[in-house]
T-cell receptor, first 115, second 116 residues
Framework: DQQVKQNSPSLSVQEGRISILNCDYTNSMFDYFLWYKKYPAEGPTFLIS?????DKNEDGRFTVFLNKSAKHLSLHIVPSQPGDSAVYFCAASSDRGSTLGRLYFGRGTQLTVWP | GAGVSQTPSNKVTEKGKYVELRCDPISGHTALYWYRQSLGQGPEFLIY????????DSGLPNDRFFAVRPEGSVSTLKIQRTERGDSAVYLC??????????????FGPGTRLTVL
């Protein structure tokens, strides 16, 4: 069963506009959430993360929002740039239990930023 | 410094053959992970090493899959009697450790395995 879900396989945004990528999770044990970015033929690259004790984390053009009650997080990119075009993976992990260290990934969202 | 490296970048084999995939983690990283990414899916956890020992191998799909890390650095993922369903990109990641959920995992470029 997919514990981390990205329901939009693709998103197309004009340069300069805001990109919003969404992610839902089902496991209430998750306490840390990450976004990775992946270009073709490369491994995923860490982008930004958020702990479950926070509801927002910002790093330059990237902001992640966490809504624990809804088990939902989103990544905002503003302003979007053509170089942001990539697949974005949402991931989650838990510090508790036997799954320490394991990341659970969504299926990814292909972001295309057009000029 | 150097990132995580994986060799080979591509591997084509025939059904039933044995393959080995290698991962060189970032120097000094004691935690090492293997993931598998099938077409249209996100990476899926296989196994996690803390030092030389497998701390969690519950993601290995069956006993045809085995991984080692004898000196606590380089790791090899071994697949016996390969099947067409094993075709995927195999990703390796490392983190500084001791592992907690906040340790950033750094990924290698992956090995694309194709089983004909």
């Amino acid at each position: 069963d997919q514990q981390v879900k990205q329901n939009s396989p693709s998103l197309s945004v004009q340069e300069g506009r805001i990109s919003i990528l969404n992610c839902d999770y089902t496991n209430s044990m998750f306490d840390y959430f990450l976004w990775y970015k992946k270009y073709p033929a490369e491994g995923p690259t860490f982008l930004i993360s958020i702990s479950s004790i926070k509801d927002k984390n910002e790093d330059g053009r990237f902001t992640v929002f966490l809504n624990k009650s809804a088990k939902h997080l989103s990544l905002h990119i503003v302003p979007s740039q053509p170089g942001d075009s990539a697949v974005y993976f949402c991931a989650a992990s838990s510090d508790r239990g036997s799954t320490l260290g394991r990341l659970y990934f969504g299926r990814g969202t292909q972001l295309t930023v057009w000029p | 410094g150097a990132g995580v490296s994986q060799t080979p970048s591509n591997k084509v084999t025939e059904k039933g053959k044995y393959v080995e995939l290698r991962c060189d983690p970032i120097s000094g990283h004691t935690a090492l992970y293997w993931y598998r990414q099938s077409l249209g899916q996100g990476p899926e956890f296989l196994i996690y090493f803390q030092g030389t020992g497998a701390a969690d191998d519950s993601g290995l799909p069956n006993d045809r899959f085995f991984a080692v890390r004898p000196e606590g650095s380089v790791s090899t993922l071994k697949i016996q009697r390969t099947e067409r369903g094993d075709s995927a990109v195999y990703l390796c990641a490392s983190s500084l450790a001791p592992s907690s959920s906040t340790d950033t995992q750094y990924f290698g470029p992956g090995t694309r395995l194709t089983v004909l």
